[in-house]
């Protein structure tokens, strides 16, 4: 089966990589010439471990292609949407549908009749997008019959970036909201290469499909969002955060999965997607509170951090430097979309410190952002270190975890370690003669 794949970010490169390793014919389609032009010379624009083996080795063998050209849908039986759906500018928080409406456009004038086509978005949707798409091509297309010239179906996609392959190839289930039994049959045959590990399919309609993909984003927000709410009890009480989540995840019920306190979450899905979901709840005029608390607590939690560090710094904290380790929203991506540090370093810069950063996934792209404008980027970790007044840990990459303390505590002008991610163990650091401050404990 011939597969176009509408969108080469971090979750359409991952499905088209991902479904030409299946076997299938895979086409993937972006804008973005220069994007493609690289891809097509097998380099990959984004840091995701393992994608560029299997990107080459299936562009090699031509199972996988690459193009800025929409047309090229026309030998492909399936069409995944995975163009981005950010939080629109203007607005109360809604998904920004602009893109996967100018995808609907542009693929009804390519549609065919006699040669039906399973479109299917990845993105993900507000509930009731699916159902609009379908209009859509009612309104660009009136001599087009639905579940008979072309289908819709919404199949959202649960990878996280830095182990977006593993959970593509071993998803925990794979959830398909469809309106007719031949999307079913299509999306069985999709899919197949996933019964060996018993896989469960599930299907749905439409509608439930999308809110699940909010329902799930949500829930883990709001998981992360209340273990930072005990850590902060737990400073007050004495009690430590990291036993308090360990007593709770060994409960079944509860799990141990995002319990650990920190910043508060990032990335490209958790702050939009709460706040698109937020927006759903208004819409349809149903009550919410859990979701627009979770959404709030979060963004208060950044300043926290702030005030926390303003803390540490003392009234000082003008001219005082800050080794910002990891800016990332969270290891094993180069994604900083939202990003707590985007909100951190500019306070911190506004306070008068001075923030000597370092990243293991930097890009040249880092520097750019008017966040960072004021950052001064380092290439070796000890190098942001030495002469710094504390040493901030911002995003748990394994290369902080075996820092040499011996020589962090000769080369910082003060020694003070704040870890917002408790990647080590106060007694431990301590034994070294460093300050250590963490999260949710005294
Ligand atoms: N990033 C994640 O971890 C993740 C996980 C699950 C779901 N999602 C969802 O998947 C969707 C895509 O997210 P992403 O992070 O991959 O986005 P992204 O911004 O990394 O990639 C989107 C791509 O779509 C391309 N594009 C936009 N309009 C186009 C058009 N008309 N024709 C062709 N290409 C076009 C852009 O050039 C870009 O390369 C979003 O809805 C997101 O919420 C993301």
Same mark, same amino acid.
């Given at each position: 089966m011939k597969i176009a794949v509408i969108g080469a970010g971090y979750v359409g490169l991952v499905t088209a990589a991902c479904f030409s390793e299946f076997g299938f014919q895979v086409k993937c389609i972006d804008r973005d010439k220069g994007k493609i032009k690289s891809l097509k010379k097998n380099i990959i624009p984004i840091y995701e471990p393992g994608l560029i083996d299997l990107v080459k080795k299936n562009n090699d063998s031509n199972y996988l292609s690459f193009s800025a050209n929409i047309s090229d849908v026309t030998d492909a039986k399936v069409i995944f949407i995975a163009v981005g759906t950010p939080t629109a500018r203007r607005g109360n928080g809604e998904a920004d549908l602009k893109y996967v409406y100018k995808v609907c456009k542009e693929l009804s004038v390519l549609l065919k009749k006699g040669k039906p086509k399973l479109i299917?978005?990845?993105?993900?949707?507000?509930?009731?997008?699916?159902?609009?798409?379908?209009?859509?091509? +009612?309104?660009?297309?009136?001599? *087009? $019959?639905?579940?008979?010239?072309?289908?819709?179906?919404?199949?959202?996609? /649960?990878?996280?970036?830095?182990?977006?392959?593993?959970?593509?190839?071993?998803?925990?289930?794979?959830?398909?909201?469809?309106?007719?039994?031949?999307?079913? +049959?299509? @999306?069985?045959? *999709?899919?197949?290469? *996933?019964?060996?590990?018993?896989?469960?399919?599930?299907?749905?309609?439409?509608?439930?499909?999308? @809110?699940?993909?909010?329902?799930?984003?949500?829930?883990? %927000?709001?998981?992360?969002?209340?273990?930072? +709410?005990?850590?902060?009890?737990?400073?007050?009480? #004495?009690?430590?955060?990291?036993?308090? %989540?360990?007593?709770?995840?060994?409960?079944?019920?509860?799990?141990?999965? /995002? @319990?650990?306190?920190?910043?508060?979450? #990032?990335?490209?899905?958790?702050?939009?997607?709460?706040?698109?979901?937020?927006?759903?709840? &208004? =819409?349809? =005029?149903?009550?919410?509170?859990?979701?627009?608390?979770?959404?709030? /607590?979060?963004?208060?939690? &950044?300043?926290?951090?702030?005030?926390?560090?303003? &803390?540490?710094?003392?009234?000082? $904290? =003008?001219?005082?430097?800050?080794?910002?380790?990891?800016?990332?929203? =969270?290891?094993?991506?180069?994604? @900083?979309?939202?990003?707590?540090? *985007?909100? $951190?370093?500019?306070?911190?810069?506004?306070?008068?410190a001075i923030v000597h950063a370092h990243d293991p996934a930097y890009t040249k792209s880092f520097p750019k952002l008017k966040e960072f404008k004021k950052v001064k980027w380092f290439k070796n970790v000890f190098g942001a270190i030495k002469t710094s007044d504390l040493l901030l840990i911002h995003t748990e990459w394994n290369e902080y975890r075996g820092l040499d303390m011996n020589k962090v505590k000769k080369v910082l002008r003060q020694p003070i370690i704040f870890d917002l991610r408790n990647i080590f163990n106060k007694n431990d650091i301590q034994k070294f003669g460093l300050k250590y401050y963490g999260i949710g404990f005294k």
């Open positions: 299917i978005t990845k993105s993900t949707v507000p509930v009731g997008t699916g159902k609009k798409i379908k209009e859509k091509f +009612e309104q660009y297309r009136n001599d *087009l $019959i639905f579940n008979k010239d072309y289908y819709i179906a919404s199949n959202p996609e /649960f990878l996280r970036e830095g182990s977006a392959i593993e959970d593509f190839m071993r998803p925990n289930r794979v959830i398909c909201g469809v309106s007719n039994e031949t999307s079913i +049959e299509i @999306l069985r045959e *999709l899919y197949r290469p *996933l019964n060996l590990r018993e896989t469960p399919l599930v299907f749905t309609d439409l509608e439930s499909a999308e @809110l699940i993909k909010y329902a799930s984003n949500a829930f883990l %927000a709001m998981k992360i969002s209340f273990i930072n +709410e005990m850590a902060d009890l737990c400073e007050k009480t #004495g009690g430590n955060v990291q036993m308090v %989540a360990k007593g709770m995840g060994l409960d079944n019920r509860i799990g141990s999965k /995002f @319990l650990h306190p920190g910043p508060g979450f #990032g990335g490209s899905c958790f702050p939009k997607d709460t706040r698109a979901l937020y927006n759903s709840f &208004k =819409k349809f =005029k149903v009550k919410n509170s859990l979701v627009k608390s979770t959404i709030e /607590f979060n963004e208060r939690r &950044k300043l926290q951090m702030v005030s926390k560090i303003k &803390k540490i710094l003392g009234k000082n $904290i =003008k001219i005082k430097r800050i080794a910002f380790l990891g800016v990332t929203f =969270k290891p094993n991506t180069d994604d @900083l979309r939202e990003s707590p540090s *985007l909100v $951190i370093i500019p306070e911190l810069i506004k306070l008068g």
